[in-house]
């Protein structure tokens, strides 16, 4: 059964810290915090606990794991070489929600790597993973603690949710800062490429690199003839079982449309859902919100997005409604995987001011 015990997350207690890196270092698994969501920890060096982790997340195999530092010089046995430019990114962002992809050493076993001779590398900022790493003293392969297609978890209870059996402990450090998993870099070219947006943004890097671009196969609808270079990105993640359609115009237009399309399915006896913000959710008067957060704080959507999908799923709804949240310097991060959750299911207003509720 899964043990669940509870942990200071600004202060972890050494005890608890102690009996989670001892279930490490025998092969099992641990889920815990990160600064971004939470992860399923398993020891990064060794087959059979990556072996562990993919059976319990019920996820497929040539899908890579993230391999969780502590300190920069536990970098250098696991990779075939640092260029330039990681230490730049390092220096700046690490720790932190960045993820870098090198070449990887002999060290690193293809089944943490899903066959690939790359490996992804993060070493986070939260206490209790930093704690964790230190004293199980092994890069810790961790992808997020989820089922596999369901949305990341943000807090213990998530995990719970979908790993409870099915791993032997989970950390409760409460819930996570960001609510968005790490940006991944490849580092293995020329410039930076980002594979999967994250709360550090193409802009962050582009400041601080002079040059920073997106994988083609991530931008807009997947496209058949471009892979992702993270295959963890095609896959349709965070599907909630109901429909999904993402309203975009302005936000009069959203409102109404939403509205109209509400009622409509009200009528046929369809339970409706919608994705809101502090700012609209009086216009949706009597329909069932879930608020997300407020556009003035673009990080407050973030942090609760994949909590809100997953209420989602617990009331059992068959149509959501969402805004759509492309503004600011999240909203990349935020719209990859909103739109992934609804099917690329969008909704557009024609010309401006006054759109058709088409
Ligand atoms: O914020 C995060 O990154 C969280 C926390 C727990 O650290 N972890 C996380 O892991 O999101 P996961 O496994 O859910 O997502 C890892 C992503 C996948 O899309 C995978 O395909 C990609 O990283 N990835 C891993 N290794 C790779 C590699 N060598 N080359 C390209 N993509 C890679
Ligand atoms: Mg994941």
Not at 67 to 80: G, K, S, V
Not at 146 to 165: I, K, M, Q, W
Not at 179 to 200: M, N
Not at 256 to 269: F, H, M, S, V, Y
Request: with cysteine; net charge negative.
């Amino acid at each position: 059964n899964t043990k669940i015990l509870t942990v200071n997350e600004y202060d972890p207690e050494p005890e608890v810290i102690r009996e989670a890196a001892q279930v490490l270092k025998d092969g099992g698994l641990v889920a815990f915090p990160t600064e971004t969501v939470y992860g399923l920890g398993g020891d990064g060096l060794n087959p059979e606990a990556s072996g562990k982790i993919y059976a319990a997340k019920g996820r497929p195999s040539d899908n890579p794991l993230i391999l969780h530092i502590a300190e920069r010089e536990e970098l250098i046995p696991l990779t075939a070489e640092i260029p330039q430019m990681a230490e730049r990114l390092m220096d700046t962002f690490w720790p932190g929600p960045m993820t870098l992809i090198f070449r990887k050493s002999e060290q690193v076993p293809y089944e943490t790597t899903g066959g690939l001779d790359t490996v992804a590398v993060r070493m986070p900022s939260h206490p209790v993973a930093r704690r964790l790493i230190q004293e199980a003293g092994l890069p810790i392969a961790a992808p997020s603690a989820n089922l596999s297609g369901r949305p990341s978890p943000t807090s213990a209870s998530h995990v719970e949710e979908d790993l409870n059996g099915r791993i032997d402990m989970i950390l409760d450090g409460g819930d996570v800062q960001i609510g968005l998993e790490s940006t991944i870099i490849d580092v293995t070219g020329d410039a930076p490429v980002i594979l999967r947006p994250g709360f550090i943004s193409r802009e962050d890097v582009e400041a601080l690199m002079g040059s920073c671009t997106l994988d083609p196969a991530i931008v807009g609808k997947p496209d058949l003839n471009l892979r992702p270079k993270a295959p963890g990105m095609k896959y349709r993640h965070y599907a909630p079982q109901a429909d999904m359609l993402i309203v975009e115009g302005d936000p009069d237009f959203v409102t109404r449309t939403i509205c109209a399309k509400a009622a409509k399915d009200l009528a046929e006896g369809k339970k409706v859902a919608v994705l809101c913000t502090e700012e609209s959710r009086a216009a949706y008067g009597d329909l069932s919100c879930h608020t997300v957060g407020t556009r003035g704080n673009e990080e407050t959507i973030a942090h609760n997005l994949f909590r809100c999908l997953r209420e989602f799923d617990e009331e059992k709804v068959d149509m959501i409604y969402s805004e759509s949240f492309r503004e600011g310097t999240l909203g990349g991060a935020i719209m990859n995987r909103l739109l992934k959750a609804a099917g690329y299911h969008v909704l557009q207003q024609i010309g401006g001011a006054h759109g058709s509720l088409s």
